[in-house]
């Protein structure tokens, strides 16, 4: 069925390193890929997406790359600050019943911890 | 700018009541609307979706309703709620009709069943 799993469950990195979440999706149709950073108790915001149409987005410390002949995409964080740590979902957008909604199915979740 | 409304923040409610639940969007028209619900820990689990106002998508079998009664209204209902109805409660909206526009989320209902 529809699937997006998500590695790793939880995750802990240094100040000032580098933090990677990969995720993988079973819908060859997807065709647009948003990552989301929810804090504890809050709302999920998202943070970055990508389209089917390129193949890697950068903002600022944030990147996501996506390949679509292996159905994966993963969210890269540089440089990481106290205030990255969240929970981090990717999602990845289905063919739903109505073609024009936005189905997105959700990963499980990556709790990023940065130690100071 | 686009705001979206979701109330009550916190709800307790007695086994076997009933529960409405309303998110209401402003600033934008016909919007794609969403309700997900999350479990203590746990990821983002999508029960409903609409494109408008009577067209109702149901993602997971359950004693659970969706309802539309206006464009940016949307509602979540049940008659006899569960002990696993407990869990954080979001609607969402999103626009366009071609599927790859990002979705943006209400703040929540947390919802505890006693």
């Known amino acids: 069925g529809e699937n997006v799993e998500q590695h790793p469950s939880t995750l802990s990195v240094q100040e000032g390193d580098s933090a990677v979440i990969k995720c993988t999706y079973s819908?060859?149709?997807?065709?647009?890929f948003p990552w989301y950073k929810q804090e504890l108790g809050k709302r999920p915001q998202l943070i970055i997406d990508?389209?089917?149409?390129?193949g890697e987005k950068k903002d600022q410390r944030i990147a996501v790359t996506l390949n679509k002949t292996a159905k994966h995409f993963s969210l890269h964080i540089t440089e990481t600050q106290p205030e990255d740590s969240a929970v981090y979902f990717c999602a990845a957008r289905l063919r739903g019943a109505y073609s024009s909604a936005s189905k997105i199915i959700f990963g499980s979740g990556t709790r990023l911890s940065i130690r100071p | 700018s686009q705001t979206i409304h979701q109330w009550p923040a916190t709800l307790v409610q007695p086994v076997g009541s009933p529960l409405s639940l309303e998110c209401t969007v402003e600033?934008?028209?016909?919007?794609?609307l969403y309700w997900y619900r999350q479990a203590a820990g746990r990821g983002l689990q999508l029960l409903f979706y609409s494109v408008g106002i009577g067209q109702i998508s149901s993602e997971v079998p359950q004693n659970l309703s969706a309802s539309r009664p206006q464009d940016r209204q949307f509602i979540l209902s049940s008659k006899k709620l569960l002990l696993s109805d407990s869990g954080f409660y979001l609607c969402a909206w999103s626009v366009g009709n071609r599927g790859n526009q990002p979705q943006h989320f209400g703040d929540g209902t947390r919802l505890s069943i006693l």
């Open positions: 600033g934008t028209s016909n919007p794609n």
């Open positions: 819908d060859s149709a997807s065709n647009y």
């Open positions: 990508i389209r089917s149409n390129v």
